[in-house]
């Protein structure tokens, strides 16, 4: 069936470097959706992607779209405190499936 | 922007009885609802997909007659925890849209604790 697969399942960085989260689906998918998860919260929709190659900025959050439109990513430039959560990617084909999501921490 | 509203936020029940959550659309009127579990530190499960006016349609593995939903209207739908074990215990998280692709906007969840 179906499947998003989502990696790392975790990252620790120090305040100040980089983070990328990947994600990657056995079929093409229509579009991909980017959501944020704080700690004890609720998912909170970031970005969708629709075209194949696309990339999105929001900020220091940049989204890609692979050509293929099989995978996608997420950087995040000089991590902030702020931006400690659980980032899940969800794929479109038929119906919206989730990654398994990353746990970002951020050590100030 | 578009407010999902669940209740409770969370509930303690005795093994044995039956639990109901409320989703609902406060600002706009979703025909697709959808309800997850998740286990702490971990992903979104779907469990159902709620269609205003039909049955839901579960995902496999989900016993339908122990997670009853409704979708009774274009703004509400309801999740029955039927017959609660210990085991039933977790997050419960709706989400609705507004159209087919459009991004899905969750609710707060609520915390299950079946004692």
């Known amino acids: 069936g179906q499947q998003v697969m989502q990696i790392p399942q975790y990252q620790h960085v120090q305040e100040g470097e980089d983070f990328t989260t990947y994600c990657n689906s056995s079929?093409?998918?229509?579009?991909i959706q980017w959501y944020k998860q704080r700690p004890g919260g609720h998912p909170v929709f970031l970005i969708q992607l629709v075209k194949s190659g696309e990339v999105k900025k929001q900020k220091r959050l940049t989204f890609q779209f692979g050509e293929a439109k099989k995978n996608s990513s997420l950087h995040i430039t000089a991590t902030q405190t702020t931006d400690v959560g659980t980032y899940f990617c969800a794929g479109r084909l038929y119906d919206m499936r989730f990654g398994a999501g990353t746990r970002l921490t951020v050590k100030p | 922007g578009a407010v999902v509203s669940q209740h409770p936020s969370w509930v303690i029940c005795k093994s044995g009885t039956s639990v109901k959550i409320e989703c609902r659309s406060l600002?706009?009127?979703?025909?697709?609802m959808f309800w997850y579990r998740q286990f702490p530190k971990q992903s979104l499960m779907l469990m159902a997909t709620s269609n205003e006016g039909s049955k839901a349609t579960y995902e496999q593995g989900v016993e339908k007659d122990k997670f009853l939903i409704n979708h009774a209207s274009l703004t509400l739908s309801t999740l029955t925890v039927t017959s609660a074990h210990p085991e039933d215990s977790s997050f419960y998280i709706c989400s609705a849209q507004t159209g087919t692709n459009s991004p899905l906007h969750f609710g707060n969840g609520t915390r299950l604790t079946v004692t």
């Open positions: 079929t093409t998918l229509s579009n």
């Open positions: 600002d706009f009127q979703a025909t697709t």
